[in-house]
């Protein structure tokens, strides 16, 4: 299910655990005992500092192509001895960035100087993301010898891209402090470079463009930059590091005139269209009866249209694929179909065809996941979108978003990681269209658990319930369920249904509904929970919360400073219903309490219906991302559920 990221790798090599830079000349010429007193006084408490991060980049023309070398400088000072954590690195080498020449080494304080000691072991292997079968970057890795406190690790490196349309951004901050970052772009005059800042609001940079001859060098740099925020949950690096995306706008033709190579949504269509418009228009005669079989007795298009979409979630086998151009070029649909499995791209493009064949038009569809920032509005480049999907038009202007490698989703809701997004629609060979991908409301992934409860003579609850789930919720745990065994379904089901204690025990359990789509998964239980009733002279009092959802979730608004992410709205209710003891009465039951945010609230009620105490308690949560100045609120609804967490029913025995 996971989305096609054809820039893992690359991003890992600037934002990973382990990705090193060199410092400035002016650090030769001090002593490493002074080199460290001062970046320890100016950066307290790090473990390492960059003392350079710079990239050299030279643009040239090759007949109708641009080649760009890029020469990388890296130098990290180790201030503690925790900062052999850093010792390892790894470079990447792919189709779209290949590595020519490689060399790292230690400095070692030596007195007043460092003598060098350099890597001499170096190890290549193919580097396969999570989620993707095959992938043609090839990483080499080494560890840095001698590295303690006042060691600097340096590692220069030179990469050629053949194609400057899959450049990649150059980030000015990074895992911990930066003292010098530096990008510098030199180009011959008829190769227009434009870029785009990002995150760089109160940073100061320095730019400068110089002319010679028949060349421009473009350079910005940045000093004293700190280590990015640690939080848990929160946004991948580019939604808040500083960094510049560069690309080539013109490049001379063979004829002297500009040719436009990624000067806005147009160009990037054409470079994508072209993906696309060699794919062989021949007709599979074994897809064609599985179209006509699926459109036999479909009284209307939307249903012919969710039954190609889910024959090709449940007959295609989703493998990513990453291999040069082949990361970017759908297989036919013929093919796909006889292999029956394909990644992002040919699943988009064999439901495309399926649907084509039943007469029904749809789109082929760019689309960055959540993991991106950036909009083709404000960034026209490959850099934009990482998964490719098929869009119908139901009506106009109203749009369904298929993701097939989803296998669980239902029609009609696009994937999770897709939602809030724009979509780049393929509307023919040359036309192209951008639309808003919707964020689904609360209301479309319902969880509901609804249990009967009765008090045991041990002090314990017995009960057995229902507990369904819609929407993403379900999508999410049918996933986790699919192609466990029994004993190790057994163990996530109960830790799905735990509650009260850790005298929880699961008696019985049944799963339904699993892989039918528009009906709600399903778990029937029943179960014990023991040691959980409170009995005080003649009084009972049993603690309806058995689940507390978001009690131990206060955000510490003085330290966090990144928003945090989550995945999906959804709302969860929770009906208890709770046998009253014989020779009982109701003593107290507690108040209804509610408090509604936007993007956070709750209500617990309690009634008394017949012989039972009904508990009635909704929570929802109604964001992706909550930002550092919602955490105050946030904080105020954890903090009042809490008070209704430990609201109790008491029951009183009956005086005779």
């Keep these: 299910m ?78 503690d001895a925790q900062s052999a954590m850093y010792a390892n690195d790894k470079v990447f080498n792919s189709h779209f960035s290949r590595v020519q020449k490689l060399d790292a080494r230690t400095m070692v304080p030596a007195g007043n100087s460092y ?142 005139q500009a040719r436009r190579m990624l000067a806005g949504v147009p160009e990037l269509y054409s470079l994508y269209s072209g993906f696309v418009s060699k794919l062989d228009p021949q007709e599979s005669p074994a897809l064609r009866r599985v179209v006509d079989s699926l459109a036999v007795g479909a009284k209307t298009e939307q249903e012919k249209v969710q039954r190609v979409y889910y024959w090709v979630q449940d007959n295609i086998r989703y493998v990513a694929f990453e291999n040069g151009m082949g990361g970017f070029i759908p297989r036919d649909a013929g093919l796909v179909y006889t292999k029956r499995y394909g990644d992002c791209k040919d699943m988009a493009n064999l439901t495309r065809e399926m649907l084509r064949m039943a007469g029904i038009k749809s789109y082929l569809t760019w689309i960055g996941t959540r993991d991106l920032p950036y909009r083709y509005s404000e960034l026209a480049t490959p850099g934009v979108d990482n998964h490719m999907i098929t869009t119908y038009e139901a009506s106009p202007g109203q749009y369904v978003f298929l993701d097939a490698t989803n296998k669980y989703m239902p029609f009609g809701m696009p994937s999770a990681f897709i939602q809030g997004k724009e979509a780049l629609l393929a509307i023919d060979g040359k036309n192209c269209k951008v639309v808003p991908v919707p964020v689904m409301s609360q209301e479309r992934s319902p969880v509901s658990d609804v249990s009967q409860l009765v008090l045991d003579e041990k002090g314990g609850l017995r009960g057995k319930g229902s507990l369904q789930l819609l929407g993403y919720p379900k999508v999410m745990q049918s996933y986790a369920l699919d192609g466990l065994d029994q004993t190790e379904e057994t163990k996530y089901v109960k830790a799905l249904l ?65 928003p945090r992410v989550n995945e999906y709205a959804s709302q969860n209710h929770t009906r208890t219903e709770l046998e009253i003891p014989a020779g009982y009465d109701v003593e107290y039951l507690p108040p209804v309490a509610e408090m509604r945010d936007p993007v956070f609230g709750f209500k617990v009620k309690y009634e008394r219906q017949g012989n039972k105490i009904v508990q009635d308690k909704e929570v929802y949560i109604n964001y992706l991302l909550l930002q550092p100045q919602q955490f105050g609120q946030w904080n105020a609804v954890v903090d009042k559920l809490n008070a209704a967490y430990r609201e109790t029913v008491i029951f009183k025995r009956r005086k005779v």
């Design 2 to 79: 996971k989305a096609n990221n054809r820039f893992g790798g690359a991003l890992a090599l600037l934002l990973g655990a382990a990705t090193l830079v060199a410092a400035p000349h002016m650090a030769h010429a001090q002593q490493p005992t002074q080199l460290v007193a001062e970046m320890q006084a100016k950066f307290p408490g790090e473990k390492a500092v960059y003392l350079d991060y710079r990239t050299d980049l030279t643009f040239a023309v090759q007949g109708d192509s641009v080649v760009v070398l890029a020469r990388h400088h890296q130098d990290m000072l180790h201030l």
């Design 115 to 256: 003598r060098t000691v350099k890597v001499t072991d170096y190890k290549e292997k193919f580097e396969v993301q999570s989620g993707i079968f095959y992938d043609d970057t090839r990483s080499t890795t080494w560890s840095f010898p001698a590295v303690t406190p006042g060691a600097r690790t340096v590692t220069d490196y030179t990469v050629r891209h053949p194609d400057p349309r899959f450049l990649l951004p150059f980030y000015f901050g990074s895992y911990v402090p930066v003292r010098h970052a530096e990008l510098t772009i030199t180009a011959p005059k008829n190769v227009k470079i434009s870029h785009r800042m990002f995150h760089v609001e109160g940073l100061k940079i320095n730019f400068s463009k110089q002319e010679k001859g028949s060349t421009v060098t473009y350079r910005w740099s940045a000093d004293d930059l700190p280590s990015p925020p640690r939080d848990d949950d929160g946004p991948e690096a580019a939604y808040y590091l500083p960094h510049l995306v560069y690309f080539v706008e013109e490049v001379p033709s063979a004829d002297g």
């Design 498 to 562: 735990e509650r009260g204690n850790n005298k929880f025990f699961v008696d019985k359990y049944s799963v339904s509904h699993l892989d039918t789509r528009e009906k709600p998964l399903t778990i029937d239980y029943e179960y014990r929970l023991q040691d959980y009733v409170q009995k005080l002279d003649d009084e009972i009092y049993v603690n309806l919360n058995l689940e507390q959802p978001y009690a131990h979730d206060k955000i510490d608004a003085a330290k966090r400073r990144l």
